[in-house]
């Protein structure tokens, strides 16, 4: 495994009270579960709004690496990339 | 200031504060607050300075506890909301009740999956109590249409009653330590067996200061032609304990069906309570004509509350705590409805006028006198 690469995780409006305003976040991680961990210690109210008490993520919110949503891809075990964009973003929803 | 009546309004899109001077004339309306968002539950502390606390049931992030120190004019999410331990394995679908505890800052929560949690800071953290929320019946509890629900929490000195849906009445008698099934006389019409132990689809209970031992009950009725194993189980929906909740019997008869959600007892007299009967196949009053079922006697006979009400062609349901009466001298009740209706039941129910016509769906009406 080489360096840790380092990413951008872009913060959607409604969670950046939870983060001190931030619209992104640099994190170095080699998957996207690995990001979720380093949020979990190092942003922790955001991470309960990302993810349940199971530590799984919410079931009405997409993760995307770039444009592509983690569920198409290898889930939380996602391999990430240097400058790769992990985007958290609430699914269509209506009525 | 002059004593305001306080309604707390839980509603699809998030929650409502209405206020009126004591006549109840007409009520000044505040919010949205958590814009947006379900609020299934609200809670209006009136221990020392006024709190009003709100479920906020975000589906994309989470459960949260909105609170106000400012009798509804803000609210901002308290330090966290209840959660599951990790390694438990279940994780938070909503938040049904809010009470108050016996410390000044105590509050307790009824959660789905049904459960129970604790906070003694006002709702900045909480804790999970085990004697109910890892009671050995717990995972055999199935969800009801609302899902599986806490949503009555009642505490009477060292007792506690809660209802869950579908899980039924559990008692504790030594300060929520440890909780059993108390369910003797309480019906079920989904199971073979019409009296289980427990697994009761049990809609709200409610109870009164002055009646010791005396507990109300609207539980899930609707089944007196049920022809399958077990037989027709007629009058189960409405039902009344006079032994603190260890037993059981059927108020039902008089009403037009024995299914419904809320039960509300009247501040002043034990034995005077509300039900509104409701067609078990729609939730909606029989013959589209909205009405409230008083009993003035502990539920021996009821009387039709009804004036000013539609007559006809109303289809709305009332949700199992969406009716609550204040404390005044003469109260009035008030009830919400799933089409965004607030009415006010004035002199007790004799007289209802329709506060606000075009709220969003609503879950859960609190009227407090502060």
């Known amino acids: ?95 | 200031m002059a004593d305001r009546v306080i309604l707390t309004i839980g509603t699809k899109k998030g929650v409502f504060v209405a206020d009126s001077a004591k006549p109840r004339r007409s009520f000044a309306l505040r919010g949205p607050f958590g814009p947006g968002v379900p609020v299934y539950s609200t809670l209006i502390d009136t221990r020392g300075t006024p709190r009003l606390y709100a479920s906020s049931c975000n589906p994309f992030f989470g459960m949260k506890v909105l609170r106000s120190t400012d009798l509804g004019k803000s609210f901002a999410e308290t330090k966290a909301g209840p959660a599951f331990p990790k390694e438990d394995g279940r994780a938070l679908a909503n938040i049904w009740a809010l009470e108050a505890g016996s410390g000044k800052k105590d509050l307790w929560c009824g959660v789905e999956p049904a459960s129970l949690f604790m906070s003694h800071d006002a709702g900045d953290s909480w804790d999970l109590v085990p004697g109910i929320s890892n009671h050995e019946h717990a995972r055999k509890w199935q969800p009801g249409n609302g899902g599986l629900c806490m949503h009555t929490i009642i505490r009477d000195g060292n007792r506690v009653h809660l209802g869950i849906s579908t899980g039924g009445h559990y008692l504790s008698e030594d300060g929520g330590e440890t909780f059993r099934a108390s369910n003797k006389g309480v019906g079920a019409g989904f199971a073979p067996d019409p009296y289980p132990e427990f697994g009761q689809c049990v809609h709200k209970i409610a109870r009164h200061d002055d009646a010791p031992g005396r507990l109300y009950m609207q539980n899930h009725g609707g089944w007196a032609d049920w022809t399958g194993p077990g037989g027709p189980r007629p009058d189960i929906g409405v039902l009344r304990s006079d032994d603190y909740g260890h037993s059981w019997r059927s108020i039902a008869k008089g009403l037009p069906s024995d299914f419904g959600f809320p039960i509300v007892v009247h501040p002043h007299d034990g034995d005077t309570i509300y039900v509104m009967p409701l067609e078990p196949a729609t939730r909606s009053c029989p013959g589209g004509a909205p009405a409230v079922w008083r009993s003035e006697n502990a539920g021996e006979s009821w009387s039709r509350l009804a004036r000013g009400l539609p007559k006809k062609q109303s289809y709305f349901t009332v949700l199992r705590d969406a009716m609550d009466i204040d404390r005044l001298k003469t109260p009035a009740l008030y009830f919400g409805t799933t089409t965004g209706q607030l009415w006010i039941g004035r002199e007790g129910g004799e007289q209802w006028d329709c506060l606000f016509d075009s709220l969003p769906p609503i879950h859960n009406v609190k009227v407090a006198v502060v």
């Open chain 1, 1 to 95: 495994m080489g360096p840790t690469p380092t990413i951008t995780i872009h913060v959607p409006g409604p969670l950046r009270r939870y983060c001190a305003g931030a619209a992104q976040l640099s994190i170095s991680a080699h998957t996207v579960r690995i990001v979720l961990e380093d949020l979990q210690r190092s942003q922790s109210v955001l991470y309960c709004n990302i993810c349940d008490e199971t530590g799984k993520v919410r079931p009405h919110l997409n993760v995307f690496v770039n444009s592509d949503n983690v569920r198409d891809l290898d889930g939380v075990d996602t391999t990430l990339k240097p400058g790769d964009v992990v985007t958290i973003l609430p699914a269509v929803s209506g009525g």
